[in-house]
């Protein structure tokens, strides 16, 4: 008894650290200008840069710090191919250190963050149905940050190899389109500012071309997703519960 009140309170210590550090990270650290100086260093690190990038963006999937800059930076530095086959098995293994840590470490956390949020109970309920899927259908149209998914889905029932595989493939659209975005940019500057200087009337068909394509698809497989995970959660919705909002 004595032994399993120690480790309650073990847990507990580590997530009130964790939760600390969190929020001094947000408030006092420039975190996407580090991002910034991270990105224009892999620029021509090599494959020391592809070790340092793939580090520094599973620490920030850890410590839910924003991830964007650094899929834009992978995109910037390596190109929408290379960077998407960079990006794309690093998030997984992150956000698979992150639903283990969920279950172990940071389950009490976690749950006192969820217990919060009335999409949770729909989600979790329907992830006994249907694990699988509705892992698939939330990473294709998430009603949580990316991030907080990870923690979140720890407390459900889902096997670990099935959140794997559903969370490779629902995020790969998500990621490519992220990718892509910073394939188009000239410096790393303008991942934050968005600028880009003209290129042309051929340069600017390819890039406003590419540009709709890309966003089209995504919107697409998003709408579609966001319907099959609004009728997968019906039940719970029916009995009061907010219904699921896409994140833009």
Request: no cysteine; hydrophobic share 55%.
């Amino acid at each position: 008894m004595l032994k399993l009140s120690m480790t309650k309170r073990a847990r507990y210590v580590i997530a009130t650290i964790f939760a600390a550090l969190l929020i001094s990270a947000l408030l006092f650290l420039p975190i996407n200008q580090w991002a910034l100086r991270l990105v224009e260093w892999i620029h021509g690190a090599g494959a020391l840069g592809v070790l340092v990038y793939a580090l520094a963006y599973v620490l920030a999937t850890l410590l839910l710090l924003p991830g964007s800059i650094l899929t834009l930076g992978a995109g910037f530095a390596y190109g929408p191919v290379w960077g998407t086959l960079l990006v794309s098995p690093i998030s997984v293994v992150a956000a698979t250190l992150a639903f283990l840590l969920g279950r172990t470490l940071a389950r009490n956390w976690v749950s006192r963050r969820m217990e919060r949020d009335p999409r949770f109970a729909a989600i979790s309920d329907a992830i006994r149905a249907s694990g699988f899927k509705i892992v698939l259908l939330l990473r294709l149209s998430p009603i949580f940050p990316f991030n907080l998914l990870n923690y979140a889905l720890a407390l459900t029932r889902v096997p670990l190899r099935e959140y794997v595989i559903a969370s490779l493939v629902g995020m790969l659209p998500g990621t490519f389109l992220y990718v892509y975005l910073g394939s188009l940019v000239t410096s790393a500057s303008e991942l934050l500012s968005g600028r880009r200087p003209p290129s042309g009337f051929w340069g600017k068909f390819l890039y406003w071309g590419g540009l709709l394509a890309t966003l089209v698809v995504v919107v697409l497989i998003t709408r579609i997703a966001n319907r099959a995970l609004s009728r997968a959660l019906q039940p719970k919705q029916e009995l009061g519960l907010p219904k699921a909002e896409a994140r833009s």
